[in-house]
């Protein structure tokens, strides 16, 4: 039954002008939001404030990638590794460990299930998941001849591989080159041949973390071509193998490149349009289309991708990301999906020259808004069936199928419900042996990882949302969630994490890797655990819009009424408002802080937050009750710097004694943190051995038992990114002269040892026995990403990272 916009206002009790922005923004028609939880309604509702977060995302790594000059060098990571091992002369296998983690490949230093220590043993690192959540996945191959061995491609984990059809995944190579993996191609000609394009170019901020294609002719052993490492392949979104194997085509964000020698060592720029997607012809190497990444175009090849000529289409003009799928039974027929305003289907029936407009109407004959709005975020397109040139399927927000060759396209998935699919997809593949009949099996890649239809035919097809029947999630160890930060209970073992994407999640040792759950959703940020009560735990959504859970992470937030930064679903308005001063946090009501904001929990007083956004806030009662127009108090007890506030320490033992670090690289200190106006002076300022960098300040570690040593770190791919002073701030030394120039995002002092110290970076962890002065000469792991946080729990380590999960390691042997 078609449910009106005034049916669906009075029944989830919004305003009947929030019902088209929802199904707008969420891709979504008005069925599947009639069968929202409305606990799930209300998040949708809040992110209408936030409606570019995978831009917003961006930009925040951006930014702390940026070098002093506000630039980010092509090859960044390849080059600071190259230079490190240049300085060092590695040419000796390493120690087998430094201050008591494992040094070298990861089969040295990975476990997937606790690994007891005694004495100097070599311990291991041990992965704590989630190995039920999954990450954001843009590619997926399938060997031809044995389908139960694929290959996934995730954003921020590198390349993973299952040899049992997706009951079980584990990473390639934990030391790849580079782990931001954007798309993955499979030479048709030697199925062990694979390519995988690094540098996620799917955004409007500059590409990050690119290092061009590597490539594996073994399926296992995989090396960069070096060719492409360069800043033309700073990200590459796509790549195409020519049926013989002999050409290759990659899309990337500065054009088109082409190479036909088989060393890979020469390639040839044939388009300057920054592109999404290329395509051969899946029966003729002379063919092939291209779709462009934000131009509003799509072009078409006769002569093997040497030459190229714009297609042409009827009816409203293109704009933003194409999308392009050859149709399996016809490939004159391609399809385009078109980001326009939330998605427009065009069909070429001349192999990709001239497209016209498909009607793209939903189950009410409205337009269907099936990417929501962020097409150039998430935008699949999928005709694969042999038998059937008009069976479409469409990946927005959600899943979309049409059996008219775009006319009509109907929902078949439902983001979110449990048993369905995962939101934002980006890739859809057929199982090798798909023929429309006996076999009709299609995997899907999308923010929350690998899914699979088992027979396309039935999924989607129940009479009304929610469209769960014929999904099979296969995040089986496929650990690839994105931490921004984490917190953990010694009491309990629990460990909460705020991940890209994915919300806060909770780790429960007695559920292990998986068994990770969601206490709250949206994008997670910084968390904290209340070290006298297992029960509470805080985390934060975008922004510094912090939360509180005081069940000791078992349930989600159904009710909207976590936050204790002053936001609440106001019930007589029916829109997120937000309570009166002093019950709410400024810099949070107006976006006036980081996208991924720095929060902390006094060491000294579990009753004391401070938040950080352009000034510094600070609440003495953060367990005080929530009620609509009351909650914990809020002060400001630093003002604006100009600069928004990027880290901060409390310093253990003394609540008066408190840094703060600022974007722009600024640094503060105070001595009387708890008055109710502290004094800040800006240290590192003046003289010869003064604080240098003024670039993002990513991270403060006060030493445990000298609160006059403090290490700080910067980001940027820039020389000395870790300082320290021993004088509370008078006289600093750089102490990265053997780290790879990378951003430096943790530091972790151990606790009963504090000559040793520990280093995440943008390429994994560095240890020192001699508190900084050297450090180890290779990454000791837990694998080559980036590690956003390091936290104790006793004398565990516990690493966040930000592409393969979380990871611990016992050290209280060394």
């Not at 299609?442 to 396309?456: C, E, I, T, W």
Request: proline fraction near 6%; charged fraction near 20%; glycine fraction near 12%.
């Amino acid at each position: 039954m078609t449910i009106s916009d005034a049916q669906l206002a009075r029944e989830k009790n919004i305003r009947i002008e929030q019902v088209p922005l929802l199904r707008r923004s969420r891709g979504a028609t008005n069925e599947t939001l009639q069968g929202l939880p409305d606990a799930a309604i209300r998040r949708a509702l809040r992110r209408l404030n936030h409606p570019d977060l995978p831009n917003a995302r961006r930009l925040f790594r951006l930014e702390q990638e940026r070098g002093d000059d506000g630039t980010v060098p092509a090859n960044a990571q390849g080059t600071a590794l190259d230079r490190m091992r240049a300085r060092l002369g590695i040419a000796e296998p390493p120690a087998a460990q430094t201050a008591g983690v494992p040094t070298g490949p990861a089969a040295e230093g990975f476990a997937a299930g606790p690994t007891p220590t005694a004495g100097m043993q070599l311990t291991q690192w041990e992965w704590l998941g989630p190995g039920n959540i999954g990450g954001r996945t843009r590619g997926i191959v399938i060997h031809p001849e044995d389908p139960l061995r694929m290959w996934a491609a995730s954003a921020g984990g590198g390349v993973w591989h299952t040899g049992d059809g997706g009951r079980k995944w584990a990473p390639v190579d934990d030391f790849l080159g580079n782990l931001a993996c954007s798309c993955l191609t499979m030479d048709p000609a030697a199925p062990t041949t694979i390519y995988v394009g690094t540098g996620e170019g799917f955004s409007n901020a500059d590409a990050l973390r690119g290092n061009g294609v590597f490539r594996t002719t073994d399926g296992a052993n995989w090396a960069p071509i070096t060719a492409t490492q360069t800043a033309d392949f700073r990200a590459v979104t796509r790549i195409a193998v020519s049926r013989t194997g002999e050409v290759v085509l990659a899309a990337t964000t500065t054009g088109l490149f082409r190479c036909s020698d088989s060393e890979r060592k020469h390639w040839t720029q044939v388009l300057d349009v920054p592109l999404g997607i290329v395509l051969f012809d899946p029966t003729d190497d002379q063919r092939a289309v291209a779709g462009a990444l934000d131009a509003g175009a799509a072009f078409v090849s006769s002569d093997g991708g040497r030459t190229w000529q714009t297609a042409t289409h009827e009816s409203k003009p293109w704009s933003g990301r194409v999308e392009l799928a050859y149709a399996a039974k016809d490939p004159a027929i391609v399809y385009a999906s078109v980001q326009m305003t939330s998605g427009r289907i065009w069909r070429s029936t001349d192999g990709g020259r001239t497209y016209r407009l498909r009607r793209t109407l939903d189950s009410s004959s409205q337009v269907a808004d099936y990417l929501g709005d962020q097409g150039w975020y998430g935008n699949a397109v999928w005709a694969g069936d042999p038998t059937d040139a008009n069976l479409v399927v469409l990946g927005g927000v959600d899943l979309w199928r049409s059996t008219d060759g775009g006319d009509h396209i109907t929902e078949i998935s439902t983001w979110w419900h449990p048993r369905s699919v995962h939101a934002d997809h980006h890739a859809i593949v057929s199982h090798p042996s798909y023929d429309g009949t006996a076999n009709r099996t299609v995997l899907f890649g999308n923010d929350g990882g690998v899914f699979m239809a088992q027979d396309l035919s039935r999924t989607g097809t129940e009479p009304e949302p929610p469209f769960v029947e014929g999904w099979t999630e296969l995040d089986n160890n496929y650990g690839v969630t994105q931490f921004f930060s984490g917190a953990g209970n010694r009491i309990t073992g629990k460990i909460i994490g705020g991940a890209q994407d994915n919300g806060t999640l909770c780790f429960d040792p007695a559920l292990g890797a998986e068994g990770w759950q969601q206490i709250f959703g949206g994008d997670g940020g910084w968390c904290a655990s209340d070290p006298d009560d297992p029960d509470v735990f805080y985390g934060e959504y975008v922004f510094l819009n912090i939360h509180r859970n005081t069940d000791g992470g078992t349930s989600d937030d159904t009710d909207g009424d976590r936050y204790i930064s002053g936001q609440f679903w106001n019930e007589t308005i029916r829109e997120w408002d937000w309570k009166p001063l002093p019950f709410h946090i400024p810099d949070a009501k107006n976006n006036q802080a980081l996208f991924i904001a720095p929060f902390a929990l006094d060491p000294n007083n579990a009753d004391r937050l401070l938040a950080g956004g352009l000034s510094l806030w600070r609440t003495n009662n953060a367990k005080e009750p929530n009620t609509p127009s009351s909650g914990p108090t809020w002060q400001a007890i630093k003002p604006s710097a100009g600069s928004k506030i990027s880290a901060l320490a409390v310093t253990p033992g003394d609540s008066d004694l408190i840094w703060v670090g600022h974007v722009n690289g600024m640094l503060f200190r105070t001595t009387n943190g708890t008055a109710a106006t502290p004094s800040w002076a800006r240290v590192g300022v003046t003289g010869p051995d003064r604080l240098r960098p003024s670039r993002y300040c990513t991270c403060v570690t006060v030493d445990p038992r000298d609160p006059e040593t403090v290490f700080v770190a910067f980001g940027g791919f820039e020389a000395d990114n870790l300082w320290v002073t021993h004088d509370g701030g008078a006289r600093w030394s750089r102490l990265a002269e053997t780290l790879p120039d990378v951003p430096i995002r943790a530091v972790a002092i151990h606790p009963r040892r504090t000559e040793l110290l520990y280093c995440g970076t943008e390429v994994g962890l560095y240890a020192s026995e001699d508190r900084g002065v050297t450090w180890s000469a290779t990454n000791e792991g837990p694998a080559n990403c980036s590690v956003d946080q390091l936290f104790w729990m006793d004398e565990t380590l516990v690493s966040a990272t930000h592409g393969r999960g979380m990871f611990r390691i016992d050290l209280s042997t060394v």
